[in-house]
């Protein structure tokens, strides 16, 4: 019979790539993995893993495997789960994913809080880009993610709206855009400008609204740090599409109906996932620091 902690091996090794560095994450010697493995190829009858030297490579059964023993790991996080909604006392372990504007300008008292109230919860929070927080949860690396939310609907996906995030067009106030009385798209698109790489969001809402009407962005430079567009378009590099929360003295709004207009920012989670109570309170704290 196939054993659940040799699955559980067998995924470590194939993630880390090294029986030792599996071992280290497990709590368990490199010995132990070794036999886990051998006696989960022996049931199975193959070969799992080609070990030449110290790397460590999936064969072509262990490719086909990982994903099913994937999905097992998660069935049994998800019976953990369901079975801990009975219990009075929240605990365990929630892994989060937020992109890092969403998590500086939105989410520092409901870390705060969460923590003051279920110190018994150890939180673990990623802080990266929406999209890639979007296929953790997409995998199931993380319960929930904070993030802004797609346009497009996912039937695998639930998102609720948390907050509305204005964006505004921008350039600096010595910017030739901002000594005009009025700027259209035309006169936009034929100066430069500074914006999030393409596989974003927020990019995408820009590419879109120039695209209806022929046009295309000038773009400069690419980063997806607000930050970072807020200094380079200060500094005069081009304008810039960017949170009202980003907006300083030294920038001067486009009044542009087309791109002055907000993204939804929310959670979303997995809706084969069965969500612990932690959190389920994470995101009635979210909504209540919302209000």
């Known amino acids: 019979m196939m054993d659940i902690s040799e699955l559980l091996t067998f995924i470590?090794?194939?993630?880390?790539?090294?029986?030792?560095?599996?071992?280290?994450?497990?709590?368990?010697?490199?010995?132990?993995?070794?036999?886990r493995i051998a006696s989960l190829e022996q049931g199975l009858n193959t070969r799992l893993f080609d070990r030449i030297g110290r790397k460590v490579q999936l064969t072509e059964s262990g490719v086909r495997l990982l994903p099913r023993a994937k999905n097992i790991a998660l069935e049994l996080q998800d019976i953990k789960r369901s079975m801990s909604l009975k219990e009075g006392e929240i605990s365990g372990e929630l892994r989060i994913a937020t992109s890092h504007h969403v998590g500086l300008r939105r989410l520092p008292t409901?870390?705060?809080?969460?923590q003051r109230e279920f110190s018994n919860v150890i939180l673990k929070a990623d802080f990266t880009q929406s999209e890639?927080?979007?296929?953790?949860?997409?995998?199931?690396?993380?319960?929930?993610?904070?993030?802004t939310l797609s346009n497009q609907s996912n039937s695998a996906i639930e998102s609720i709206p948390i907050w509305s995030d204005p964006l505004v067009c921008v350039a600096s106030k010595d910017h030739e855009l901002s000594q005009m009385s009025s700027v259209d798209l035309i006169q936009l698109a034929s100066h430069s400008c500074v914006l999030p790489k393409q596989n974003t969001f927020t990019r995408q809402m820009?590419?879109?609204?120039?695209?209806?009407?022929?046009?295309?962005?000038?773009?400069?430079?690419?980063?997806?740090?607000?930050?970072?567009?807020t200094m380079l378009t200060s500094?005069?590099?081009?304008?810039?599409?960017?949170?009202?929360?980003?907006?300083?003295?030294?920038?001067?709004i486009l009044h542009l109906d087309e791109l002055n207009t907000a993204r939804k920012l929310g959670v979303i989670y997995h809706k084969q996932r069965t969500l612990s109570r932690a959190a389920h309170m994470f995101i009635e704290i979210m909504k209540e620091e919302a209000k």
């Open 235 to 252: 500094i005069g590099w081009g304008w810039s599409l960017l949170p009202s929360t980003l907006i300083n003295d030294e920038l001067c």
């Open 132 to 147: 890639d927080a979007y296929q953790q949860v997409m995998k199931g690396d993380v319960e929930l993610a904070v993030i």
């Open 12 to 35: 470590k090794v194939a993630e880390t790539g090294s029986f030792s560095d599996a071992a280290e994450k497990l709590f368990v010697t490199q010995p132990a993995v070794s036999k």
């Open 110 to 114: 409901t870390l705060k809080r969460f």
């Open 206 to 229: 820009v590419d879109s609204v120039l695209s209806q009407n022929d046009l295309k962005p000038n773009v400069r430079m690419s980063t997806n740090n607000f930050e970072t567009l």
